[in-house]
């Protein structure tokens, strides 16, 4: 008995924003095969202007870039922000795309968007990049190694994806990003506000605005096994016990001095493997620290508050969120007992899983009432991560 392949395309529901349960999605779906949602979100007006964008493109700090594309000669462009008011006078009408990464930290209204994708984990996100795209404008046929979903916030613009078995991967030498050589659509789709297009990791896209667009694109965070491995070895090396090294009481005499037979191979597997033994309290530690060093930001400098100066500020409508510049994470206590670790800025705080929990919310707001609420040893932990800069004043 045969079944057919999944839809490609959906419209999505008041109940279903994918179309589908959410478990039909992850199991269909997620790191499978592309979909297209139409209407994710019905009426969509983009939480920003394409001048919003530019202006912000402008401040140190932002990872702004432009692309330009010279049709005649077949030639890419790329510069690097922030950029002064009156680059962006002299661009072209056409062909060339503003794009600015980690706008969720920027602006709470894009932040909000990732409610689209909350039935995953929070530190599997990796940003919400936005870009502006004038009539023409693109990055080239490329293609990721991390899952994204494409909300199309204004304006249109038009994909075509490669969906087919083993596409083409070489990639151009000639251009200052990284694209394909060669590209050949399986399917094309024009996206309007509000339309969503979802691409697991691998698949080849091209997008081109219709007219002047923007599309926010919703990108998870795929830690390349040698980032993991680079990480957690270099931690791991500078606790390791001294007396842990290679040891051979089982050696037999050798028949050629010069060479490293199977046995020390064996040998020298085991002692890595001993190295790197760690239990999950351990490994979900280094984990969540990892996790939560943000590639772009500064960390937050250590202040000096008190916990009367916090309650007099909060009894003023002062309202404490988490910081733009810091990602929060937390594992739990394996014991079960209700406590928590919550990781930020590469470091670790014990707290309670309650607290933990509102830190990591994505609408995550500590005012008068919420702090009056907490019992003592929270309210002593909101202190702690005001003085270290991971809460913040609104």
């Not at 395309?9 to 179309?19: K, T």
């Not at 980032?227 to 040891?247: H, I, N, S, T, V």
Request: net charge negative; charged share 25%.
């Amino acid at each position: 008995m045969s079944t057919s392949a999944p839809d490609i395309e959906v419209r999505a529901s008041a109940r279903h924003a994918l179309g589908m349960p959410v478990a039909a999605f992850l199991r269909h779906y997620w790191q499978k095969q592309p979909l297209l949602i139409r209407g994710a979100i019905p009426d969509f007006v983009s939480p920003l202007t394409p001048d919003d964008l530019a202006g912000l493109a402008c401040i140190d700090g932002t990872l702004g870039r432009i692309v330009r594309f010279d049709r005649k000669r077949d030639r890419w462009h790329l510069e690097n922000g922030p950029f002064a008011e009156a680059r962006f006078a002299k661009l072209p009408k056409r062909d060339w795309t503003l794009l600015v990464q980690d706008m969720d930290r920027w602006d709470p209204e894009v932040r909000a968007l990732l409610r689209l994708v909350d039935f995953l984990p929070r530190w599997r996100v990796d940003d919400i990049m936005v870009s502006y795209a004038a009539p023409g404008g693109s990055v080239g046929a490329h293609v990721d190694q991390y899952d994204v979903f494409l909300l199309q916030g204004m304006g249109q613009r038009r994909w075509q994806i490669d969906a087919r078995p083993n596409p083409s991967l070489a990639f151009r030498d000639d251009a200052p990003i990284r694209l394909l050589q060669q590209f050949e659509a399986s399917h094309e789709w024009l996206l309007d506000p509000g339309d969503m297009l979802y691409l697991p990791p691998g698949v080849p896209h091209f997008g081109e605005a219709e007219n002047d667009c923007l599309t926010f694109s919703i990108g998870m965070r795929a830690p390349s096994a040698g980032e993991l491995l680079a990480g957690f070895a270099a931690e791991q090396a500078l606790k390791l016990d001294e007396e842990l090294r290679y040891a051979d009481p089982d050696l037999a005499p050798t028949q050629d001095p010069g060479a490293i037979d199977h046995a020390a191979l064996t040998r020298l597997r085991q002692t890595l493997s001993q190295a790197m033994k760690l239990d999950d309290a351990a490994l979900g530690d280094w984990f969540g620290r990892f996790l939560s060093l943000y590639r772009a930001a500064e960390r937050p400098r250590p202040r000096r508050i008190s916990p009367a100066q916090i309650s007099g500020r909060l009894e003023r409508e002062g309202v404490l969120v988490p910081a733009s510049s810091v990602r929060l994470n937390f594992t739990t206590d394996a014991a079960g007992r209700g406590g928590a670790t919550l990781h930020g800025n590469g470091e670790s705080i014990p707290v309670t899983l309650e607290l933990a929990r509102l830190c990591t919310a994505l609408n995550c707001q500590i005012d008068q009432a919420c702090f009056a609420g907490l019992d003592e040893a929270d309210r002593a932990s909101v202190v702690e991560l005001t003085r270290r800069g991971w809460l913040s004043w609104q």
